[in-house]
């Protein structure tokens, strides 16, 4: 271990008949569970070195040939999901989730999602950039990020470039940077990661007509334009996407959530990342209210509800303390 947050694991030091195991647990630790099938047990060789950047992870895998499985079995108990953002910079890998395939090589990228059973695998020797986000987190920001998975995405030019680049500056800066900073840059890689994935044609084509998704993206934004007005409703909507209440009912059907339900949430993700914020000084009241919430004791309790700990207390244990409640 480099320090707190950063860790380091190899198998240089680990004796080959224990290898395998070692690496199941380490992958494990640092993802999720996952069976691994090797090519040579004994002869393996592996490292990982993992930079943690608030809420979110960046590690760096290099391994022989290896094939992962994430099986039913591996996430039924499993609350929290997350999505895992792959960078190959070495060797094609091949990835295939709900009936997609994709073979991905270096100068793309591709996302995994942990609660959908899933194949990953390497024929070669690889070296691998590994995002870890919350589902939660990444979903505040882009609708249905799930649709994503199977696809490559450029990871060598645009947006997309942008942050590849960001990625591989994190190691040469990270022991310089404060912990305030370190998850500043985590919802910074997050915001780039969105905006490479907004920037590809097929974000508005991926699972639906293009009509319907571009109306869904258009809704998508207005809302998170709007999420500290008191009079967001379907009508407001509706009339800011010049659409009728009656198709922006239709358009949300197949979303499983009402557009309350759907707004609602967005609240109090919004409410969340502010209260996680170490450079924001506004009280938990402060905060609902910003951000749509008209009464306090009932922001309270959907927040105890949603993340089960009261505003207060999930701000006490996010970042430091004295601050104003």
Request: aromatic fraction near 10%; proline fraction near 4%.
């Amino acid at each position: 271990m480099i320090n707190a947050a950063t860790k380091e694991f190899s198998t240089a030091l680990i004796e080959p008949e224990r290898r395998s195991r070692h690496w199941h647990d380490v992958i494990a630790s640092t993802y999720f569970p996952l069976d691994l099938e090797f090519r040579e047990p004994n002869q393996f060789t592996g490292e990982l070195k993992i930079w943690q950047l608030g809420d979110l992870s960046l590690s760096r895998l290099t391994s022989e040939a290896l094939r992962y499985q994430r099986l039913s079995r591996h996430f039924l108990n499993e609350r929290e999901e997350h999505f895992l953002v792959t960078v190959p910079a070495k060797s094609e890998i091949f990835f295939s989730q709900c009936g997609k395939d994709v073979r991905c090589n270096p100068g793309g990228f591709i996302i995994e999602r942990s609660h959908e059973p899933y194949e990953f695998s390497h024929a070669e020797a690889a070296d691998l950039w590994v995002l870890k986000i919350e589902a939660k987190a990444l979903g505040h920001q882009i609708r249905s990020p799930d649709r994503f998975c199977s696809m490559e995405f450029d990871a060598a030019n645009g947006a997309g470039g942008l942050f590849t680049d960001m990625l591989h500056l994190v190691p040469r800066r990270f022991s310089t940077m404060s912990q305030e900073s370190r998850t500043v840059l985590g919802r910074q890689l997050i915001d780039m990661l969105v905006l490479s994935l907004k920037s590809d044609e097929r974000t508005l084509t991926s699972g639906a007509s293009t009509v319907r998704a571009a109306h869904l993206t258009r809704i998508e934004s207005f809302v998170r334009k709007n999420l500290g007005r008191f009079d967001l409703d379907p009508e407001m909507v509706a009339r800011g996407c010049e659409i009728s209440t009656r198709y922006l009912h239709e358009l949300l059907r197949d979303t499983n959530q009402t557009l309350g339900q759907w707004i609602r949430e967005q609240r109090l993700e919004a409410c969340r990342e502010t209260l996680k914020d170490p450079t924001n000084r506004q009280t938990v009241a402060e905060i609902a209210y910003r951000w749509g919430f008209g009464d306090h004791a009932q922001f309270s309790r959907a927040f105890k509800s949603r993340f089960g700990l009261s505003p207060k207390e999930y701000r006490e244990r996010a970042g430091p303390p004295n601050r104003s409640r």
